[in-house]
């Protein structure tokens, strides 16, 4: 189980944090993760890969989480997701890295659960379509399908976003 924890660790937290998750809840959210991989650890019989077996259950579980954010009438952050992942050479570089992880974050709160999943999985984490299929337990053309509308919506976000700073 420490093994599992630190070799995917990372991956979930990035994941539950791409998947919508606030920033203040999302390591209570990827503890919440590894507690159900360890009560579930002996029913993993190896049909997916590890990773996306974790994936599935970080889905749920960042599904659960913004549920209960709207409950206690949270207001998600526009903050990006991780300003300390965004390093670059020059101040400037790491200014422009660090809106662009922003307007990212802001597309993304603006699609459902299925879309931003797929969206997430494939374009962000790079699985395979099949993988991704099998994390969020659908059939390969509706994961192509979400992906398809996902893509669409986050573009035309991203535009939106970029029409506005022009016009500012």
Not at 24 to 34: G, L, P
Not at 45 to 69: E, K, M, P
Not at 86 to 112: F, H, I, K, M, Q
Request: net charge negative; hydrophobic share 45%.
């Amino acid at each position: 189980m420490d093994r599992i924890f630190r070799e995917h660790g990372p991956f979930v937290w990035r994941a539950l944090r791409r998947l919508g998750v606030a920033p203040s809840d999302v390591d209570d959210a990827c503890q919440e993760v590894f507690v159900v991989v360890h009560r579930k650890l002996p029913e993993y019989r190896g049909d997916s890969q590890l990773r996306t077996w974790l994936y599935g259950i970080a889905v749920r579980v960042a599904a659960a989480s913004r549920r209960r954010a709207h409950v206690r009438h949270e207001i998600p952050s526009d903050e990006p997701i991780s300003p300390e992942a965004a390093s670059s050479s020059t101040p400037e570089g790491t200014a422009v890295e660090r809106e662009a992880l922003a307007l990212l974050d802001r597309a993304l709160n603006e699609l459902d659960d299925e879309k931003r999943a797929v969206f997430v999985l494939y374009e962000i984490e790079g699985l395979e379509m099949a993988e991704v299929a099998e994390a969020v337990d659908c059939p390969i053309q509706t994961a192509y399908s979400r992906l398809h509308a996902a893509r669409t919506a986050v573009e035309k976000s991203m535009r939106r976003a970029m029409l506005g700073k022009v016009m500012a």
